[in-house]
Nanobody, 122 residues
Framework: VQLQASGGGLVQTGGSRELFCVASGGTFSAYFMAWFRQAPGKDREFVPTISPSGSSTLYGDSVMGRFTTSRDNAKDTVYLQMNNLKPGDTAVYYC????????????????WGQGTLVTVSS
């Protein structure tokens, strides 16, 4: 499946931003979808993942309570709503798709979008 992430930009500390990831070329509703992020000089970090039906979600510790992921299978789209943003959230955000895995390891997701940059100013 091909993934196209968008919605990044510059936001002030404490602000909100919503990211979008549109899928094409596959059966979107069959995939577990995840978001990862990578800041300069740091490893790729798990953000959240969502089950194919959208009924189950799992969040990374650093974003729990601030970020929410959801999906609309009719639109082949997964969302990441980010609230109360902090400078430490500055990173390139990637969406990823996988089958049969509900977890935080990037190696288990086969398809990746190109990333969208979120910059949080202090």
């Amino acid at each position: 499946v091909q993934l196209q992430a968008s919605g990044g930009g510059l936001v002030q500390t404490g602000g909100s931003r919503e990211l979008f990831c549109v899928a094409s070329g596959g059966t979107f509703s069959a995939y577990f979808m995840a978001w990862f992020r990578q800041a300069p000089g740091k490893d790729r970090e798990f953000v959240p993942t969502i089950s194919p039906s959208g009924s189950s979600t799992l969040y990374g510790d650093s974003v729990m309570g601030r970020f929410t992921t959801s999906r609309d299978n009719a639109k082949d789209t997964v969302y990441l709503q980010m609230n109360n943003l902090k400078p430490g959230d500055t990173a390139v955000y990637y969406c990823a798709a996988g089958r049969g895995y509900f977890g935080s390891s990037p190696d288990k997701y086969n398809d990746w979008g190109q990333g969208t940059l979120v910059t949080v100013s202090s």
